[in-house]
């Protein structure tokens, strides 16, 4: 072989095997490195998990993560998860944290999901109200009402509540997976006792409506607004309010003619004739032949 030939397979040769052990070198570095970062037991959701659903073993598992990215409120033990009911939905293999979850034995269903300090009002709605069905659980919502207020004769409209979170529609606590309409007669509200006093009232007093808006806008702007009055409503629309017409005066009462009060006549003379029978003496009254 040409000795130049060979010469030049040798550095090749050379070359490779530097290249390799470099390489393994780092392969190793890596592996050594990812052996040696502390992980955590996490407890995780097999599958999703609804608002309001109480957890069981068999619908969370535990996985190995890093434990400088551990997640917050995070549980390590399936055991610290069991009977705990959900607050907010939750999909599959994600963390169950404290936060989402409610403390042991705070109850199921909806109860468990009302946080301290609040209550769950239902309010009755129809399609119009209730936002032709599109108010789904988790929506936010202003309610308006609409009412004349008592000794007053125009009817008034105004937003009592703001940025109040739906809790339900009718029986479900989840809106549908598609997002689809349904129409319901009842909503639950999650509010504090006294919006929940308030929004009790209102129902009394006139007609309530639901205002679907987004649930990012979180700006209360209620109080810089004004009252909105039937004379605003027909201003802007271009339509006079017919000025009132005075009520007709009473015609007078006629005077009741006076009533005439005859005095009784004067009652007949009587006449006392004496009669003398032999020799009994009497006297009988006779009364004038006038009186007949």
Same mark, same amino acid.
């Given at each position: 072989?040409?000795?130049?030939?060979?010469?030049?397979?040798?550095?090749?040769?050379?070359?490779?095997?530097?290249?390799?052990?470099?390489?393994? $070198?780092?392969?190793?570095?890596?592996?050594?490195? $990812?052996?040696?970062?502390?992980?955590?037991?996490?407890?995780?959701?097999?599958?999703?998990?609804?608002?309001?659903?109480?957890?069981?073993?068999?619908?969370?598992?535990?996985?190995?993560?890093?434990? $400088?990215?551990?997640?917050?409120?995070?549980?390590?033990?399936?055991?610290?998860?069991?009977?705990?009911?959900?607050?907010?939905?939750?999909?599959?293999?994600?963390?169950?944290?404290?936060?989402?979850?409610?403390?042991?034995?705070?109850?199921?269903?909806?109860?468990?999901?009302? +946080?301290?300090?609040?209550?769950?009002?239902?309010?009755?709605?129809?399609?119009?109200?209730?936002?032709?069905?599109?108010?789904?659980?988790?929506?936010?919502?202003?309610?308006?009402?609409?009412?004349?207020?008592?000794?007053?004769?125009?009817?008034?409209?105004?937003?009592?509540?703001?940025?109040?979170?739906?809790?339900?529609?009718?029986?479900?606590?989840?809106?549908?997976?598609?997002?689809?309409?349904?129409?319901?007669?009842?909503?639950?509200?999650?509010?504090?006792?006294?919006?929940?006093?308030?929004?009790?009232?209102?129902?009394?007093?006139?007609?309530?409506?639901?205002?679907?808006?987004? +649930?990012?806008?979180?700006?209360?702007?209620?109080?810089?607004?004004?009252?909105?009055?039937?004379?605003?409503?027909?201003?802007?629309?271009?339509?006079?309010?017919?000025?009132?017409?005075?009520?007709?005066?009473?015609?007078?009462?006629?005077?009741?003619? +006076?009533?005439?009060?005859?005095? +009784?006549?004067?009652?007949?003379?009587?006449?006392?004739?004496?009669?003398?029978?032999?020799?009994?003496?009497?006297?009988?009254?006779?009364?004038?032949?006038?009186?007949?």
């Amino acid at each position: 072989m040409d000795k130049r030939l060979l010469t030049v397979v040798m550095a090749a040769i050379l070359v490779a095997l530097v290249i390799t052990a470099i390489f393994y $070198q780092i392969t190793i570095g890596q592996k050594s490195a $990812q052996g040696s970062v502390p992980t955590k037991t996490l407890v995780v959701a097999r599958t999703e998990l609804p608002l309001g659903s109480v957890l069981t073993a068999d619908d969370v598992t535990v996985i190995e993560v890093p434990a $400088q990215g551990y997640a917050q409120g995070g549980f390590e033990n399936i055991e610290d998860v069991v009977d705990r009911s959900v607050t907010q939905a939750i999909l599959a293999n994600e963390a169950i944290t404290a936060g989402r979850v409610t403390e042991k034995g705070a109850g199921f269903g909806l109860e468990a999901v009302i +946080p301290e300090g609040y209550r769950a009002v239902a309010i009755a709605i129809n399609q119009v109200s209730g936002v032709s069905g599109f108010i789904l659980p988790g929506s936010h919502v202003d309610v308006l009402l609409s009412a004349t207020p008592m000794g007053g004769s125009e009817r008034l409209t105004t937003t009592v509540l703001e940025n109040v979170t739906v809790l339900s529609t009718g029986h479900k606590q989840q809106p549908s997976a598609t997002g689809q309409p349904e129409n319901v007669p009842v909503v639950n509200m999650l509010l504090t006792p006294e919006d929940a006093e308030l929004l009790t009232l209102a129902t009394q007093e006139g007609r309530i409506q639901l205002v679907l808006r987004n +649930p990012k806008d979180e700006e209360l702007s209620a109080a810089k607004r004004d009252v909105k009055t039937s004379d605003e409503l027909f201003q802007k629309i271009g339509v006079k309010k017919p000025a009132p017409q005075r009520a007709a005066a009473p015609s007078p009462r006629p005077r009741p003619e +006076p009533v005439v009060v005859l005095e +009784p006549p004067p009652p007949p003379p009587i006449y006392q004739i004496e009669m003398i029978r032999g020799n009994k003496r009497s006297v009988e009254e006779i009364e004038s032949a006038e009186a007949n």
